[in-house]
């Protein structure tokens, strides 16, 4: 499953920074985290890209919005409501949720359906590697979460694959792509910052 900045976590967020009145208590470990988190950034030059990471960072270590994160953030020079609002913005004036803005269509479409060719053209319709459609669409999202190199190596690979001339047979085709394909999808670097695979 791939992760997300859901819009909710980010409201959270920013409802957090404006009325601290939850009483969640962090541990000292996950004060670390968010010590070690935000050392990274620059809280005068901050990007939505960076603020986006540091919300993702805290869900990752089980980091909940309260007073005290926001407290943790101040001693650190961040401003709570500043980074929420980051990390949902979408270049507009509302700030319309914590999602990147989904891909074009057209690029879903095609990805899916060259999964969907390679994946599931099997000689034998009874075949057990046949691939669901909700497999298709799970590689399809975490394909377009990856960072621009490596959706270039896995539209490659589809590429490379989906050649009528390729020595291999479709069976082979098939275990070959799916492993390739869980190697750069189970690497949590291929993706974009605001992604996690888990």
Same mark, same amino acid.
């Given at each position: 499953?791939?992760?997300?900045?859901?819009?909710?976590?980010?409201?959270?967020?920013?409802?957090?920074?404006?009325? =601290?009145?939850? !009483?969640?208590?962090?541990? =000292?470990?996950?004060?670390?985290?968010? =010590?070690?988190?935000?050392?990274?950034?620059?809280?005068?030059?901050?990007?939505?890209?960076?603020?986006?990471?540091?919300?993702?960072?805290?869900?990752?270590?089980?980091?909940?919005?309260?007073?005290?994160?926001?407290? *943790?953030?101040?001693?650190?020079?961040?401003?709570?409501?500043?980074?929420?609002?980051?990390?949902?913005?979408?270049?507009?004036?509302?700030? *319309?949720?914590?999602?990147?803005?989904?891909?074009?269509?057209?690029?879903?479409?095609?990805?899916?359906?060259?999964?969907?060719?390679?994946?599931?053209?099997?000689?034998?319709?009874?075949?057990?590697?046949?691939?669901?459609?909700?497999?298709?669409?799970?590689?399809?999202?975490?394909?377009? =979460?990856?960072?621009?190199?490596?959706?270039?190596?896995?539209?490659?690979?589809?590429?490379?694959?989906?050649?009528?001339?390729?020595?291999?047979?479709?069976?082979?085709?098939?275990?070959?792509?799916?492993?390739?394909?869980? !190697?750069?999808?189970?690497?949590?670097?291929?993706?974009?910052?605001?992604?996690?695979?888990?």
């Amino acid at each position: 499953m791939i992760s997300n900045v859901s819009s909710s976590q980010i409201s959270m967020f920013q409802q957090t920074s404006e009325s =601290s009145n939850s !009483q969640s208590s962090l541990s =000292s470990s996950q004060l670390e985290t968010i =010590s070690s988190v935000l050392e990274n950034y620059d809280a005068d030059n901050l990007s939505q890209s960076d603020a986006q990471a540091i919300v993702s960072a805290f869900e990752d270590a089980g980091v909940q919005p309260s007073s005290e994160l926001v407290s *943790a953030m101040e001693e650190a020079g961040f401003d709570a409501q500043e980074v929420g609002s980051l990390a949902g913005a979408q270049g507009g004036p509302n700030g *319309a949720g914590g999602m990147p803005p989904p891909p074009p269509q057209e690029e879903t479409d095609s990805i899916s359906s060259l999964l969907d060719t390679l994946l599931n053209t099997q000689e034998d319709e009874e075949s057990t590697t046949a691939t669901s459609f909700d497999d298709i669409m799970d590689y399809t999202s975490r394909i377009l =979460s990856l960072n621009e190199e490596s959706k270039t190596d896995v539209m490659d690979l589809l590429d490379k694959y989906s050649d009528e001339n390729t020595e291999y047979t479709v069976e082979e085709t098939n275990n070959l792509l799916k492993t390739s394909l869980s !190697q750069i999808l189970s690497d949590s670097s291929n993706y974009k910052s605001v992604s996690f695979y888990g």
